[in-house]
């Protein structure tokens, strides 16, 4: 047993340590990721939270390369020279839903060279590897795939409490919405959305169909943007254009010999 | 070989040699009943009709000789195996840890005792020299001690041996013979202490030569020429004339720190603690070469002889303790279970197996460093996961899909991103700058295609409509074919293996890569699968 009157000191000083870690809670100045398209960069404050999680869900499994897709986006803008990226999936993300491939992420601004790959057997470990390379100053974001309700609110923020440590963005990808409580910042659900056609017969730009179900700092929205793969930047979709692109569906798709 | 029970009771050991079965090991009791080793069974079990009989477990034997080396491996990292029953430990500079040769000696003779092995042990100048006092010399163990170094210890489990509770080694404490004593000591030896074939010394028996003694001062010449080159170099090692180096069993590490327990120790905190200490010892060492370690083995010497290896690798040479006691950390968190520390660890050793130049980095006051870092990070991942586990996709000279990327396991290359490209074979043609030209790639590939059932409007083109994991799918735009052929120089095997690649997508927004397969023979119908994901 400790001497009251040391306690007593030592209470105090924990209290102080308290405040101000508090106090530092919220920092005002945090690093901000602008996606470039205005609407979004104002419902967020002025861009995603960069040292911060966020959870990428796609509305269904069918989407779950686009929403890889959007993930890959935000690791590309959260890029900073002389950092990396690491990228954690599991085996069974990997059976299920293919593994990454180096050939076309380059088309996402990210560069192979400075992607890192984990593969890991379990969602728990995936949260460990990411928790610990969340705190590692070299990485400018990681990325987990997560199958399953393995990330709890406990995990959550042991995350968030790594992410400010290291400066890092985090992000949780699932296949589907969860409905489990989680810390994280922001919440996003995205499908493909068909792209408008190029004039030349083939794809357009990757599109994306955006649902931010939940925002810490302001209100949910929905929107529909396209990704410019030479720009690395979001351009918004105008809802008019989207739907004559949906009507073309019933005419001959065009071939593009090449 | 393990009895349990039956204490008193005399055991042999048969197995087939030169196509009889005959006694290959008897016990004390078994010896005392004038059973010897090389006996016809058939005479033993005349003699004994109720003997007990034990069948010969090559296997097993060679398992425990390398179970008693790995155990050795606490007196020096030079263990070399003499099987079937011998072990040949290179003790030079390693005997006044122990406090001298013959304390070496008493310590491993006690040690196996208590482990209930009968040893016989010698130390001498040359492997011949021990090989032959251990297991030929009938003097008491009297523990003539010599004060010369550079030697080697032979530590014979003599054939006699079975490990028996009942009969623990109480003999001598081993033999030292003295550099220069050697011929005095071997003399009297019988030729087979020579280490040479049966043949040859039945056929020197036949000349009336028994001893060592008879053959050393005769002329080397026709000893050579009539018993072989091999006779004259046996004498010539056991002498050490020529030199004979032991070749140890395991490779021998950089460098290396050892603490020794005399209460041995068992929680994991004290494990890592020691651990933590070794390595910043071993980072001295390896600090004076401007060297770091790419690989690190803990190995933890229990007290009743099992040895723990932990092997960690890096991605960059290493030598800060804290960061090495991490990693091991993080190892003993995924297989702490195997390691059961049982009564404790008595020895525990780090030794760096790889070593590295390691370039002193100029680090700024304030700059975090950042390589330092994330190496540290990929080693900790991979000590937990493994190292190939945590890789870099390098892009390889091929347009086969499957073959464009490699996973590299990202501690084998070194983390600095500029030099990783340098080391892949071929940079591929749109990898740096992405060709806006180039064909499109998915994010995600499958790795094996799945199977879809597709509907084209015509024979060559594009999908119309698809299942995919039994959901159809309506084709809104499709981009190709691309077609994929397998590369000529491969196609061994007479297949023509052609892909048509599609982008398509769905009404939904899906965009997947599809391919027709065209079969070899143009009879068979087309196939589809689907190979890749777009975002």
Redesign the interface.
């Known amino acids: 047993m400790l001497p009251a009157e040391p306690m007593e000191q030592h209470l105090r000083r924990l209290r102080r340590v308290i405040a101000e870690s508090e106090a530092q809670g919220i920092p005002e100045a945090e690093p901000r990721i602008a996606l470039g398209v205005a609407a979004i960069d104002a419902t967020l404050g002025g861009g995603l939270a960069g040292a911060a999680l966020h959870e990428v869900s796609a509305t269904l499994p069918?989407?779950?390369?686009?929403a890889?897709?959007?993930a890959?986006?935000l690791a590309a803008r959260a890029r900073a020279p002389?950092?990396?990226t690491l990228w954690i999936a599991t085996d069974f993300s990997?059976?299920e839903?293919?593994?990454?491939?180096?050939?076309?992420?380059?088309?996402?601004g990210l560069?192979?060279?400075?992607?890192?790959?984990?593969?890991?057997?379990r969602p728990v470990?995936a949260l460990?590897?990411m928790e610990?390379?969340l705190k590692?100053?070299?990485?400018s974001a990681v990325i987990a795939e997560l199958h399953g309700e393995a990330a709890d609110l406990t995990a959550t923020r042991r995350l968030i409490l790594a992410a400010r440590e290291g400066g890092a963005l985090g992000l949780l990808l699932r296949p589907h919405p969860s409905d489990a409580p989680s810390a994280a910042h922001t919440r996003w659900q995205v499908?493909?959305?068909?792209?408008e056609?190029d004039g030349l017969?083939?794809?357009?730009a990757?599109?994306?169909?955006l649902s931010l179900t939940r925002n810490r700092r302001g209100p949910s929205g929905q929107w529909t943007v396209a990704?410019d793969?030479?720009e690395h930047a979001f351009t918004a979709l105008s809802r008019g254009v989207a739907e004559t692109a949906?009507d073309?569906?019933d005419r001959?798709?065009?071939?593009?010999?090449? | 070989m393990r009895r349990s029970s039956a204490l008193d009771e005399a055991l042999i050991i048969a197995g087939p040699v030169k196509g009889a079965l005959r006694l290959t090991a008897v016990n004390d009791a078994a010896a005392a009943q004038r059973l010897k080793v090389g006996m016809p069974l058939a005479d033993a079990r005349a003699m004994y009709p109720a003997i007990a009989v034990a069948d010969a477990d090559k296997a097993a034997d060679a398992r425990l000789l390398e179970a008693i080396a790995d155990w050795c491996d606490r007196y020096t990292p030079l263990v070399g195996l003499d099987p079937p029953d011998g072990l040949l430990l290179d003790v030079t500079g390693c005997a006044h840890l122990f406090g001298g040769e013959a304390a070496l000696c008493r310590d491993l003779t006690q040690r196996l005792a208590a482990q209930r092995y009968q040893a016989r042990v010698a130390v001498a100048a040359t492997v011949g020299c021990a090989w032959a006092v251990a297991r030929f010399s009938s003097l008491p163990g009297s523990g003539r001690v010599a004060g010369e170094a550079g030697r080697g210890v032979d530590a014979a489990t003599p054939p006699g041996s079975i490990r028996s509770p009942s009969s623990p080694f109480s003999g001598g404490m081993g033999e030292i013979i003295a550099s220069g004593d050697e011929r005095e000591i071997l003399s009297p030896l019988p030729l087979a202490a020579l280490r040479l074939s049966s043949d040859v010394v039945d056929a020197l028996a036949q000349v009336g030569l028994k001893r060592i003694a008879d053959v050393l001062d005769r002329p080397r010449a026709p000893l050579a020429a009539r018993f072989g080159q091999a006779f004259v170099r046996r004498i010539d090692q056991a002498f050490g004339r020529e030199d004979e180096p032991i070749t140890p069993r395991l490779p021998v590490p950089a460098a290396m720190a050892e603490q020794r327990f005399a209460e041995p120790i068992a929680l994991e905190q004290d494990v890592l603690g020691t651990i933590e200490r070794l390595a910043g010892r071993l980072g001295q060492t390896l600090e004076r070469r401007g060297e770091g370690a790419r690989l690190l083995q803990a190995a933890l010497f229990r007290t009743d002889g099992k040895v723990f290896r932990i092997e960690v690798g890096t991605a960059e040479p290493l030598r800060d303790a804290g960061r090495i006691r991490r990693l091991f950390t993080d190892r003993l968190d995924v297989i702490g279970d195997e390691v059961d520390p049982g009564f404790g660890f008595d020895v525990v050793r780090l030794a760096a197996l790889a070593a590295e130049r390691c370039e002193p980095a100029q680090t700024g006051l304030a700059a975090p460093d950042h390589a330092a870092e994330l190496a540290h990070l990929i080693d900790r991942l991979g000590a937990r996961f493994g190292s190939r586990r945590v890789a870099r996709l390098v892009p390889q000279d091929t347009h086969i899909p499957e073959f464009a990327v490699m996973a590299v396991g990202a501690g084998q290359m070194r983390a600095c991103p500029g030099r990783s490209a340098l080391r892949t074979s071929a940079p591929h043609p749109g990898h740096a700058e992405q060709d806006s030209l180039a064909p499109a790639r998915p994010v995600r590939l499958f790795e094996r295609p799945e199977p879809i059932t597709a509907i084209a409007e015509v024979p060559d083109g594009p999908p119309a409509q698809f299942t995919w994991r039994q959901v159809r799918h309506v084709v809104i735009h499709a981009e190709g074919p691309e077609r994929i052929a397998m590369e000529w120089w491969r196609d061994d095997m007479g297949h023509v293996l052609k892909r048509d690649y599609f982008r398509v997508e769905s009404r939904e927004g899906l965009r997947v890569w599809l391919y027709r397969e065209w079969p070899s023979d143009p009879q068979q119908p087309t196939r589809w699968y689907a190979h890749g994901v777009f975002a």
């Open positions: 069918l989407h779950f390369g686009a890889a897709g959007f890959l986006t002389k950092k990396q990997r059976l839903a293919g593994a990454l491939y180096g050939p076309g992420l380059d088309q996402f560069p192979t060279e400075r992607l890192l790959i984990a593969r890991v057997a470990d460990f590897a610990e390379a590692c100053r070299a990485l499908a493909g959305y068909p792209s056609p017969g083939g794809l357009g990757t599109a994306f169909s990704w793969h030479h949906r073309g569906s001959a798709p065009l071939i593009r010999i090449g």
